[in-house]
RNA sequence: GCGAUAUUGGUGAAGUGGUUAACACGCUGGUUUGUGGCACCAGUACGCAAGGGUUCGAUUCCCUUAUAUCGCC
């Protein structure tokens, strides 16, 4: 077995899903938010601090690893769950969205065989292709492996956008065909933008391949609009299958991940919680707040007072302020700590309220005490 | 007591007789959506120790005072 997703309840008044997804390594519910761990680690976080969280699965990535420490040391070290002492659902992204950053020139870079591209730690003239990709994932081990796609910018035009989708598919159809681990899943990645009509195209396109789960991507990807995301998300969920899990790729912002549950998503994941938490930000329910600023010198109160995670029960705004301030490590940590665990109580809030049919009511209440700026 | 040198923002400091006083840090805001890059962006001295003078014009030249450091009695 690699992976078997059940669908427990659909939401009357939306196309919200509750559901679960088992795997090798535990079973975990959906929607779910899943930590970023790039580099077989959630930055700064013990596997502990992200049970702690009740994170259902985190994510590492297929580019980081293979340069470092290289997918062959990882097989050694009895796969990636050994290797990060990990005991939860692990999925590897394929890498492309990393090396189409790295891919200088995209005409003459991005080729039919793979993407070429420079080592971003010595240079070195590297090509990834779907079945490099695919084969370092079966090494990794992961539970679910992601197909090799291209992650075009949302500023892509229709035509550049329709090549890229097809040739995403026959990347899919490549990386499908090298594909060798029973215990892992492999997942097929939607593209097209915000056009209806090329959404459509790949996500049925994709369905044919028959993958483990499908995923949206190229969303959320250079200042592309809230709009232009929903709609991605919109155009697409029509041809998944009810019985495939869902994955929003790089998403993201708490309204986000409303809005994309809302829509049929089941799974997300983002950077923003780690990356805003080492900055000096955190999610509340009342909007992003940041530690830098002075007001919160003297604030001797919890961070939120309802958090149930380790930072709000224990420390002080006016302490986080200090740690950031004077750049100590653990202000990132706990910060960190803090933005994981609101992301996934939020994903647990929406379950709630999909059990009971009251996702709308659920949003409009969030929006209300939620005051960040809309693209 | 005498002489020399210095005195620029919160800090370290650059600088010039003439439009907006460089840069860095700090500080104050902001940004961050499949994490190469704890990063990026913006703001932050109405004043150059104080008071006089020279000059069309002085932070920049001169004088006095204050303070500091170093010498000498």
């Given at each position: 077995m690699n992976i078997e997703y059940s669908l427990i309840h659909k939401e009357k008044n939306t196309?919200?899903?509750l559901g679960k997804l088992k795997t090798n390594y535990g079973t975990f519910d959906t929607p779910m938010f899943m930590p970023v761990g790039t580099k077989a680690t959630v930055k700064s976080l013990t596997p502990e601090e992200l049970y702690d969280a009740h994170s259902g699965i985190v994510l590492a990535n297929t580019y980081h690893l293979w340069l470092r420490p290289g997918e062959d040391i990882i097989k050694k070290a009895g796969g990636l769950h050994q290797f990060m002492n990990y005991r939860g659902p692990i999925l590897t992204d394929s890498g492309g969205f990393q090396v189409f950053s790295l891919a200088k020139n995209k005409e003459k870079d991005i080729t039919e065989e793979g993407v070429h591209f420079k080592s971003h730690i010595d240079g070195k003239s590297l090509l990834l292709t779907p079945e490099k990709s695919i084969e370092i994932q079966n090494k990794l081990d992961s539970d679910i492996a992601m197909s090799f796609d291209e992650c075009p910018p949302a500023s892509a035009s229709y035509d550049y956008l329709k090549n890229s989708i097809e040739r995403t598919l026959r990347w899919a159809a490549r990386g499908k065909k090298v594909h060798n681990n029973p215990h892992q899943a492999l997942?097929?990645?939607?593209?097209?933008?915000?056009?209806?009509?090329?959404?459509?195209?790949s996500a049925i396109e994709t369905v044919k391949m028959n993958f483990d789960g499908y995923s949206i991507g190229g969303v959320a990807n250079d200042g592309e609009s809230k709009d232009d995301m929903y709609k991605a998300i919109d155009y697409s969920t029509p041809y998944i299958p009810e019985d495939k899990v869902r994955y929003l790729m790089g998403v993201g912002e708490p309204i986000d991940i409303i809005e994309g549950v809302i829509r049929g998503v089941d799974i997300f994941d983002c950077v923003l919680p780690t990356r805003i938490a080492r900055h000096g930000q955190a999610f509340t329910r009342c909007g992003k707040i940041n530690f830098h600023n002075a007001k919160f010198k003297e604030d001797f109160t919890p961070l939120e007072d309802e958090c149930d995670c380790y930072t709000c029960k224990n420390y002080t705004k006016s302490y986080i302020r200090h740690l950031i301030t004077t750049d100590e490590m653990l202000g990132g940590r706990l910060l960190s700590i803090h933005n994981i665990r609101f992301l996934i109580k939020l994903t647990e809030e929406l379950r709630e309220a999909i059990k009971e049919d009251r996702i709308l009511e659920y949003r409009e209440n969030f929006l209300?005490?939620?005051k960040e700026r809309h693209k």
């Open positions: 196309n919200a899903r997942f097929g990645i939607i593209q097209g933008g915000a056009y209806e009509d090329l959404r459509k195209f209300k005490n939620y």
